[in-house]
């Protein structure tokens, strides 16, 4: 259970971002979250809620985007998801494949009813 | 009444704990101190594995230990038997090891002076993959008798490690593990990922894991 820490790093980077550019109410924070970050999304929820309390995201839902797991061939380029007896080698030409998304850990954005300037 | 907007912003919220572990892996190069961490689930054999490779390393090279543990310094105390620095680094609640954490433990450490520090994370086999620590090379050590299903149950810590390491060797038959389906698991989460087959407490399979430490180039298998 390390998703408190996360919770309070996303807190952190949200109130930055808006200090930075002087908001002062959030209605929503965007997140988007690897299928292999290792962060399981109920407990983020959870610990959003009770690490927000008394900030600027007191009230603000947190949406969370999934992004599923996907190889790439390190060769031609070609994606496709490990499923079955595939993710060792292309199927298309048999070259050696890599992770290239899934593991994502980042704050995407926030929701303002403010103006903002630039 | 007006829409809200969506400022976007590309922040990885582990930025903090990334900086730390990217100066703290700098600094290692720089000091040609060459860092190796384990990862496993409790009872896979890291302790073991780090007694083995402490005593065997000890005689040629200066080589030291961190371990992590949520309580006791037992392991410590295990490994210190190998002549070789060690200390333990108590988390208290806390399910993983961190950059800031290993850099606390070294501060009052000559470490620039060291050949090998090994780092011994929290048994667990979710939590430790989300922190780089700034090491040279993981090792994510999965043992015979715990199923040949780990590393689908639990993709993201293979995939955020550089090597596997069956352990526990000896005890395959009795366990009656399928190390073909095992290898092929490890493989389908982690494509072309260099697996290790041994027994720290017998000794087979340690000669290859030795060598792959022992060169250079291997062991600096993640970017700075």
């Known amino acids: 259970m390390h998703e408190l820490s996360i919770a309070t790093g996303i807190i952190d980077a949200v109130l930055a971002e808006a200090a930075a550019r002087g908001i002062t109410a959030i209605t929503a924070v965007h997140v988007s979250l690897g299928q292999w970050s290792g962060v399981d999304p109920d407990a983020l929820r959870f610990s959003f809620d009770v690490a927000s309390d008394g900030t600027l995201v007191e009230t603000s839902p947190l949406v969370i985007n999934i992004v599923p797991v996907a190889y790439a061939c390190e060769a031609c380029g070609n994606e496709h998801a490990p499923d079955g007896s595939q993710g060792i080698t292309c199927l298309q030409c048999g070259g050696a494949m890599s992770l290239v998304r899934g593991r994502e850990l980042q704050l995407t954005g926030f929701e303002t009813m403010e103006e903002v300037s630039a | 009444l007006s829409e809200p ?30 860092v190796v961490s384990l990862v496993s689930s409790p009872g896979s054999g890291k302790t073991t594995l780090l007694e083995r490779l402490l ?17 006791t310094e037992n392991d410590a105390a295990r490994l210190a038997r190998s002549g070789a620095r ?28 060291l050949d090998f520090l090994f780092i011994e994370n929290v048994g667990n086999l979710v939590c430790p993959s989300s922190f780089d620590l700034g090491e040279d090379l993981r090792i994510v050590l999965t043992s015979v008798t715990e199923g040949e299903d780990k590393p689908l149950k639990y993709p993201t810590i293979f995939n955020t490690a550089d090597v596997a390491v069956i352990s526990k060797l000896d005890l395959a038959e009795a366990a009656q593990a399928d190390l073909a389906a095992l290898r092929s698991n490890i493989l389908r989460v982690r494509p072309g990922m260099q697996i290790f087959e041994l027994s720290a407490k017998t000794g087979i399979g340690m000669e290859e894991l030795h060598r792959l430490l022992s060169s250079p180039a291997q062991a600096e298998a993640r970017a700075v």
């Open chain 2, 55 to 71: 005593s065997e390393f000890h005689s040629e090279h200066r080589v030291a230990a961190l371990v992590g543990d949520l309580a």
């Open chain 2, 5 to 34: 907007r969506l400022i976007e912003v590309r922040r990885n919220i582990l930025k903090e704990n990334d900086q730390v572990a990217r100066k703290l892996r700098q600094s290692f190069r720089e000091a040609g101190v060459r």
């Open chain 2, 86 to 113: 060690v200390k333990q680094i108590i988390t208290g609640t806390v399910c993983h090891l961190d950059a800031t954490m290993v850099s606390r433990a070294l501060h009052d450490w000559h470490w620039q002076e």
